[in-house]
């Protein structure tokens, strides 16, 4: 308990620390391909061709199988059918290594196969997207009591425009927001593009 609660504290104080200049509203994102899971099938990911179907909400999160990232995982799955509507499609990246993402994608407590996550294991991409990466905090675990082998990543989402630009921005750090209120503000953003909202 003692070390979950030491956990929790250093992810709190890792997350409120100053972060890097993330990119902005206007700027291009740096294309990416990534090993991928949906439904708990491994894939290549590719932000240019997702891009060739409309517009992509790049949602960069600490760790899966945990609190606020399950929260936000769930609520992305609960909410797909609403992107899907806007024209908009959803990838989630972390420093999870792909056997942990196939078991999360496919959770129905979690992505329930509604979307893919991608391994981004030595935060290169989120670094690309000035986005701060964090080493993990040794004897973790997750909620299933599975030791935490991985970095962190900030909880930063991106809405990109089909035009490859960067169209919002926002982050728990910056914005308070909780993991599910990303969703919220993601789906809106969609929607206005999209003139469904």
């Known amino acids: 308990m003692k070390k979950n609660l030491l956990f929790g504290l250093a992810m709190s104080a890792a997350l409120c620390t100053a972060a890097f200049a993330a990119l902005q509203p206007g700027d291009r994102a740096p294309d990416f391909s990534a090993p991928a899971s949906l439904a708990g099938k491994q894939f290549h990911f590719s932000l240019r061709a997702a891009l060739k179907k ?10 899966a199988f945990t609190g606020g990232c399950d929260l936000e995982a769930h609520t ?23 056997a942990r993402l196939d078991k999360f994608s496919a959770d129905p407590q979690y992505c329930a196969g509604k979307f893919p996550v991608a391994s981004d294991p030595t935060g290169k991409i989120a670094t690309e997207y000035g986005v701060k990466t964090f080493p ?13 082998d991985h970095g962190f ?5 991106f809405v990109i425009g089909k035009d490859g630009k960067i169209v919002e921005e926002f982050s728990s750090r910056a914005d308070h927001l909780s993991p599910d209120a990303h969703v919220a503000k993601a789906l809106a953003v969609v929607q206005q593009l999209s003139g469904k909202s």
């Open 54 to 63: 409309g517009p992509v909400v790049v949602y960069f999160y600490p760790s």
């Open 76 to 98: 992305f799955a609960q909410d797909k059918d609403q992107f899907t509507a806007a024209g908009a499609s959803i990838i989630g990246v972390s420093e999870d290594s792909i």
């Open 136 to 148: 993990g905090q040794p004897g973790a675990k997750d909620v299933r009591g599975v030791a935490i």
């Open 153 to 157: 990543i900030d909880r930063v989402t």
